[in-house]
């Protein structure tokens, strides 16, 4: 499958390799990965709640509106749910194209929506307590280079 | 109709999704009716600028029509990636 929504890990360098391995034409692979930061510090964990059934549907649908927007010959979307301490990776993206201006064009539009367009929440468990992460107005306004 | 909830919407209201019966007609007028349901619906619900609907699993807008509609999904805006 190349949209996975999981709570299980993954590895990039695998994941990297096996899309690699798959594409047929492609002068170039992009990927993205996003991890778990501390941003204010004490971070325990982060807890990515999500949707299901929606988040596997918003996710492909992102991903084959990539397919149809810019030239690429595959795309891969990995996310995960579920309890991440700090440095797991989150997500990861991987665009393939002949060129490599579609392939990181068709990552950053696959990020932008992914980040505020999937039905994810992330909340911080810290020393102290925790806290739902606000979206942010830059996410949004992110999608409005794609319009 | 099924009506489900997610992050703080679903601590607030202390549930995870609802069985409720309803005639209304559109996202706004269910709203309003969940509201009436107890503290904790009308503090979730206090500012609906702040929330996104999904009818069936789709993005929708709180002017959205319910007929036929079999799952309703209020959240805060996403925050993936």
């Known amino acids: 499958m190349?949209?996975?929504?999981?709570?299980?890990?993954?590895?990039?360098?695998v994941e990297v390799e096996a899309f690699t391995a798959a594409q047929a034409g492609a002068g170039a692979v992009v990927s993205f990965t996003g991890i778990v930061r501390d941003v204010a510090g004490g971070l325990r964990w982060m807890e990515l709640e999500h949707y299901p059934g929606m988040t596997e549907a918003a996710a492909e649908a992102m991903r084959q509106e990539a397919l149809t927007r810019f030239s690429l010959t595959g795309a891969l979307v990995i996310h995960r749910y579920g309890r991440l301490p700090p440095g797991a990776p989150i997500m990861m993206v991987a665009t393939a194209a002949p060129h490599r201006g579609d392939a990181f064009a068709a990552a950053e539009f696959l990020m932008d929506w992914l980040k505020s367009r999937a039905p994810f929440w992330k909340k911080e468990v810290t020393e102290t307590g925790e806290s739902w992460v606000d979206a942010t107005d830059a996410d949004e306004e992110a999608l409005g280079r794609w319009s | 109709?099924?009506?489900?909830?997610?992050?703080?919407?679903?601590?607030?209201?202390?549930?995870?999704s609802e069985e409720i019966e309803t005639g209304a007609p559109t996202v706004g007028a269910l709203v309003d009716e969940l509201r009436a349901r107890g503290e904790g619906h009308a503090s979730a619900f206090a500012d609906t600028r702040a929330l996104r609907v999904a009818v069936d699993q789709q993005l929708a807008s709180f002017d959205a029509p319910l007929a036929g509609v079999r799952e309703v999904a209020f959240f805060p805006p996403m925050t993936g990636g």
């Open chain 2, 1 to 16: 109709m099924n009506v489900r909830y997610f992050a703080w919407l679903r601590e607030r209201i202390g549930a995870a």
């Open chain 1, 2 to 13: 190349t949209t996975r929504i999981q709570s299980e890990a993954f590895d990039v360098g």
